[in-house]
């Protein structure tokens, strides 16, 4: 039997708003009924009864009509740009604020000016010395030349992902994962210079492409943590070791000045023997250091 492994939990990502909010409605709807009430209101009452089936005939026509003139009404945002084709050919880019749309003549096309967002979908990827790696990112960019936008590119979010991520794994293809990992900033910037390169064309600034999260396989994980675990362990080594040179280097010049100087020595005694008899527990026997070194010298002639 199998024991199947537990499925990763789908990462949810924010999507920005696309398309146009239409602002018009409101204008486009004011603009109709409001003369359209007037104008039957007058009709109902200022027509004898028998002329009033000929007048609300006559009415209606004109609703029609004034309903097709009023449909060209559009409103662009403070950050909105409309390109306007008249019979295919682009005739002019109009806003922020009211516009007009000859009906059946023209058409708009609405392109958001704000800086954008696109989550580039996660990439699997090889760096360099051969390791597998799925990376996410987003890209921020902004249309510059709305005309551009619109004639040189059949759909310049499309595009631009696109490109953001043939870039992305191009150049982390020519990476160890050693510089993956570490050169994060360096790599963000490399691809938002390429992308940018191109679009440039397409009427477009990219203002940065960010590297969200980079996914190792869980082998290579683990071996990465026992490597980061010896390395620490190291330096804790080292670290020790050269505490413990220093700490031997300053006994050392200790020992030299407190045999140079015997009253630094003594007085280091009794600061040692004020400390030991600072505890109820211990128990002190002092031995006079002047016996100590008396015995010392008799000692040595006996061994000469």
């Given at each position: 039997?199998?024991a ?31 003369p359209?009430?007037v104008?039957?209101a ?24 004034w ?11 403070e ?22 749309v000859?009906?059946?003549l ?5 392109i958001?000016?704000?800086t ?34 619109v ?32 050169e ?20 477009m600034?990219i ?8 996914e ?22 080292i ?13 050392a010049?200790?020992?030299q000045?407190?045999?140079a100087?015997p ?26 250091l002047?016996l ?13």
């Amino acid at each position: 039997m199998i024991a199947s492994s537990p499925e990763q939990p789908n990462r949810v990502y924010a999507k920005p708003a696309e398309g146009h909010v239409s602002l018009g409605r409101g204008v486009r709807q004011v603009l109709f009924f409001v003369p359209m009430v007037v104008l039957f209101a007058l009709l109902f009452l200022g027509l004898a009864p028998r002329q009033r089936p000929a007048g609300l005939t006559a009415g209606v026509v004109v609703a029609v009509v004034w309903g097709v003139v009023v449909g060209g009404v559009r409103v662009a945002a403070e950050w909105e740009r409309g390109v306007i084709l008249q019979l295919g050919k682009i005739q002019d880019v109009r806003g922020p604020g009211l516009l007009y749309v000859v009906p059946v003549l023209e058409s708009v096309q609405f392109i958001d000016t704000r800086t954008l967002v696109i989550n580039i979908p996660r990439q699997k990827v090889i760096t360099q010395d051969n390791v597998p790696a799925e990376i996410d990112s987003a890209l921020f960019f902004q249309v510059s030349d709305a005309q551009k936008a619109v004639t040189s590119i059949q759909d310049f979010r499309f595009a631009v992902s696109q490109y953001a991520q043939a870039a992305l794994r191009d150049v982390v293809g020519g990476l160890s994962l050693d510089e993956l990992l570490s050169e994060r900033e360096q790599i963000q910037t490399q691809i938002g210079t390429i992308v940018e390169a191109q679009v440039q064309a397409w009427g477009m600034h990219i203002d940065s492409i960010r590297l969200q999260d980079i996914e190792l396989p869980e082998d290579l994980k683990r071996m990465m943590s026992r490597q980061a675990s010896a390395e620490r362990e190291k330096r804790a080594t080292i670290t020790k070791a050269d505490g413990d040179r220093l700490a031997a280097q300053s006994l050392a010049a200790a020992a030299q000045i407190m045999a140079a100087n015997p009253i630094a020595l003594e007085l280091r005694t009794l600061q040692s023997i004020d400390g030991l008899g600072a505890s109820p527990s211990n128990t002190v026997i002092l031995f006079p250091l002047e016996l100590s070194q008396a015995l010392g010298n008799l000692r040595q002639p006996a061994e000469d």
